[in-house]
């Protein structure tokens, strides 16, 4: 006798009596925990957002002071200007200068020249060719 | 039958807990009795079928009536079982003979065979991969045709024949090594009576 036929034959069993309450009643759990969860994930949002909108205030505030935190590049900064100012004092630094009208020089650096001219090699002469792949008969050197 | 199926899950879509009721009547029989041959375990086949039910009703309308609503279902219940089965490699199982019959479904009860090649066919069907218990189960216990089993398993009909061959024929194999298995028992039993 195969396996598979007496498969068909083995005795079948069917739900407990109480299968319906049992159902209904998990349903409803499942109903008040996704409701519960469903709360959860809304305060965790609103919770996650304040905290984001207070640390980017307290951070944003401790930028915008400059030297407020002492590891600070602002602070570093500030210390080696005060250095300078009491090395050599000048009429464009310090407090006496707050009267008088600032100009700020903007100075653009070029590094490419720097690294031609640092560039131990002989320089690089580029020869350009025109490419055509209609004409090649008027290309002139 | 098939219609009001349909409107019953569309009801069920809307929310409505009676339709979801009518449906659970007529499939919660079938589908224990396929979780308890799938897994061995009657307990655990009520969960799991208990689970599944739940799955429809929350999953409702995720339903597409391209195919029967029984499909459908069978394949959340195919899929808890195989995810069960990995999860758990079969801890305790409750027998056939330890389950009271007295279920209100009678008409969903049968004779049974030889206990002991019930038993041993049990056996055979818990060693059998998942990949192949299902189609078996659905075939030769739920009767389903190899195109239904391929719309519940998501795969090709040539695959389904395959797997249902290939299950049979280990199932065959299994069944043969225990029945030899035991008549070599009865034999030595037998042969030690015969010296005493």
Redesign the interface.
């Known amino acids: 006798m ?3 036929d ?12 109480d ?2 309450q ?3 009643y ?2 409803r759990e ?1 109903r008040r925990e996704r409701a519960r969860r469903r709360a959860v994930a809304r305060y965790a949002l609103a919770g996650s957002a304040a905290l984001f909108l207070a640390a980017f205030l307290i951070f944003d505030r401790g930028f915008m002071r400059q030297g407020a935190f002492p590891w600070s590049a602002g602070k570093r900064a500030a210390e080696a200007e005060q250095k300078l100012e009491t090395k050599d004092p000048s009429p464009w630094r310090g407090p006496e200068a707050a009267g008088r009208p600032f100009v700020p020089v903007l100075e653009t650096l070029d590094y490419a020249a720097d690294v031609r001219r640092d560039s131990p090699g002989p320089r690089t002469v580029y020869i350009l060719e025109q490419v055509s792949d209609v004409r090649t008969s008027g290309i002139i050197y | 039958m098939s219609m009001d199926e349909q409107e019953l899950i569309r009801r069920v879509q809307d929310g409505d807990e009676w339709a979801f009721g009518r449906i659970m009547a007529l499939y919660k029989d079938r589908i224990v009795n396929y979780l308890y041959h799938f897994s061995g375990d009657y307990q655990k086949a009520v969960e799991l079928a208990q689970e599944t039910f739940l799955r429809v009703y929350f999953k409702a309308g995720k339903y597409r009536p391209i195919g029967p609503l029984s499909s459908w279902i069978y394949t959340i219940a195919s899929n808890l079982a195989k995810t069960d089965a990995r999860r758990s490699r079969r801890a305790a199982t409750v027998s056939l003979e330890d389950i009271p019959n007295d279920f209100a479904s009678g008409a969903y009860y049968e004779d049974p065979v030889d206990p002991g090649l019930v038993r041993n066919l049990r056996e055979a069907l818990d060693e059998l991969h998942p990949r192949y218990r299902i189609p078996v189960v659905l075939k030769d216990v739920e009767g389903f045709s190899q195109e239904e089993i391929a719309r519940i398993i998501d795969r090709p009909v040539g695959t389904v024949k395959a797997r249902i061959s290939r299950g049979r024929d280990q199932l065959k194999r299994k069944l043969e090594k225990a029945l030899e298995g035991r008549v070599t028992q009865v034999d030595s039993e037998v042969s030690e009576h015969g010296r005493a």
Do not use: C, S, T
């Not at chain 1, 079948?12 to 009596?17: C, F, I, L, R, S």
């Open positions: 195969e396996g598979h007496i498969l068909g034959k083995m005795r079948k069993v069917g739900a407990p009596p299968f319906d049992r159902v209904f998990r349903l499942a």
